[in-house]
């Protein structure tokens, strides 16, 4: 499954998006270095129902909101550079929650993303953009 939108119809795309992983709990989110994960995310988590600001959690590691009736955690791996970086960090817990949890390069600990549904933000144009699921 993949759509291309607009970054001006990025709400319509998060609406589509959430639909589509409906069933999982860790979403992997892959792509270039400004391709906008963070941006996409964030019109997810408003989707969702998060009030509060959303920013990119690359040097927390690990930002929680609160959504509609659920926590949702948004994880940022570039910084890390070992597992046990990730385990200290809480990012086992995360993703073992049972919350939606929305993880930003994921490839930096494969092995913690077997079960997850992998999606793939590319950059089409300045001003649109092209998610892939792979389910």
């Known amino acids: 499954m993949e759509i ?5 119809n990025i709400n319509g795309a ?5 639909e589509a992983i409906k069933g999982y709990s ?6 270039e270095m400004g ?22 959690p690359t040097f927390s590691i690990i930002n929680e909101y609160s959504g ?14 070992s597992e046990m970086e990730a385990q200290e960090a809480g990012v086992e817990d995360c993703i073992t929650s049972g919350n939606l949890c929305f993880v ?12 997850a549904l992998h999606c793939y933000l ?3 144009s300045n001003d649109s953009r092209k998610i892939r699921i792979n389910a």
């Open 4 to 8: 291309i939108f607009s970054l001006a």
């Open 14 to 18: 998060a609406t589509w998006f959430i």
């Open 26 to 31: 860790v979403i992997a989110i892959h792509g």
């Open 35 to 56: 391709a906008g994960k963070t941006t996409f995310i964030s019109a997810v988590c408003r989707q969702l129902g998060v009030k509060e600001p959303i920013s990119s």
């Open 68 to 81: 509609n009736h659920n926590t949702i955690y948004h994880l940022d791996l570039f910084r890390l550079s």
């Open 104 to 115: 930003e390069w994921p490839e930096k600990l494969p092995h913690f993303f077997n079960n």
């Open 122 to 124: 590319e950059v089409v």
